[in-house]
């Protein structure tokens, strides 16, 4: 049963920073693809960050230079870095896992950043 469980969401200015951590149960962090998607209200979910198991990681153009992905292998835990978050990063933030041929979601953490 893969679990996964995001932290790390908050209300911030615009100009500030927050970290985003998924841990992971069930599977191992670094066999898989992982991801953080987002949810905007009135808007489909959409790609944030993925990494690969490889360790290769690919980001949306509008978070490219401000967002890092990473993940602690010992801890089983997958890591958004946040920077300079803008009033349109305001979504709830959701961690992902490809394993196979599932996709498994958290419950998700909201992010509001204030003007």
């Known amino acids: 049963q893969v679990q996964l469980v995001e932290s790390g969401g908050g209300l911030v200015q615009a100009g500030g920073s927050l970290r985003l951590s998924c841990a992971a149960s069930g599977t191992m962090i670094s066999r898989n693809a992982m991801g953080w998607y987002r949810q905007a209200p009135g808007k489909q979910r959409e790609l944030v960050a993925r990494?690969?198991?490889?360790?290769?990681?690919n980001y949306a153009d509008s978070v490219k230079g401000r967002f890092t992905i990473s993940r602690d292998n010992a801890k089983n835990t997958l890591y958004l870095q946040m920077n300079n978050l803008k009033p349109d990063d305001t979504a709830v933030y959701y961690c992902?896992?490809?394993?196979?041929?599932?996709?498994?979601w958290g419950q998700g953490t909201r992010v509001t950043v204030s003007s």
């Open positions: 992902n896992a490809q394993v196979l041929i599932h996709n498994y």
């Open positions: 990494i690969t198991s490889g360790g290769s990681t």
